[in-house]
């Protein structure tokens, strides 16, 4: 079984001023939860190399065991070094795809044309598709092959309004998640901030916030019969 993993190429948390990327966590929890399954693991991004982390997910408040064991697996860190470019992915070579957020997926990811692509061939494709946290945002162009969007329709969650006013952003993001997807016709789901919540319908997996991230892909690997 192979997996794609697709990771932001944005560094620019809007006109702050201040940096943004991927959020470690996000990336680090599905990425061992694929690895020990057996999965065969391909980290992209639309400008390929190092991708950029957001630092606040650097904290030591935002560490888990998956983060610490990432600080001492090369293997894992040179994969993250060296993500391949997005528009040399082809949806037929992998089984399932997975989008972990941070805040940089919403100016890059949510607008590529490839990203848009790779995510509309895999779902018609019948394979699964997961996005975490922010990363449901890259739905928002995608669309089914019936020229609808994908969400449209289905339970869905990702980062809750309330969850981006307590980071005090909801100002600064180009688009709300929740607000997205409920207008593209998602039927949008929450729980209280930071609990974790992860949805499935059909081969569409959403989660709504980092603490969500692991059974967001336990989920995908569910689907995957692994």
């Given at each position: 079984?192979?997996i794609v993993m697709v990771l932001t190429s944005h560094d620019k948390l809007g006109d702050t001023g ?180 992860s949805i499935i319908d059909g081969h569409l997996i959403t989660g709504q916030n980092p603490g969500s ?14």
């Open positions: 079984m192979k201040k940096p943004t990327g991927f959020w470690l966590e996000e990336l680090v929890a599905p990425y061992y939860i694929f690895h020990d399954a057996g999965l065969e693991i391909t980290l992209a991004s639309p400008k390929g190399g190092q991708p950029p982390l957001d630092p606040k997910s650097d904290d030591a408040d935002a560490q888990t065991q998956d983060t610490e064991r990432f600080r001492t697996d090369r293997a894992a860190q040179q994969a993250l070094a060296n993500t391949v470019k997005l528009e040399t992915l082809k949806a037929d070579d992998f089984d399932a795809v997975f989008y972990p957020g941070g805040h940089g997926p919403l100016w890059d990811l949510a607008e590529d044309p490839r990203s848009i692509a790779l995510i509309e061939q895999t779902f018609a494709a019948g394979k699964p598709v997961g996005a975490v946290c922010h990363a449901p945002g890259v739905l928002r162009h995608a669309k089914k092959p019936d020229g609808t969007p994908l969400v449209a329709g289905k339970r869905v969650t990702g980062f809750s309004n309330s969850e981006e006013e307590a980071v005090q952003l909801t100002a600064v993001v180009p688009f709300l998640v929740e607000d997205e997807l409920k207008r593209l016709g998602g039927n949008y789901e929450k729980v209280d901030d930071w609990q974790s919540l991230s692991a059974v967001t892909a336990q989920n995908v690997l569910k689907l995957l019969n692994c």
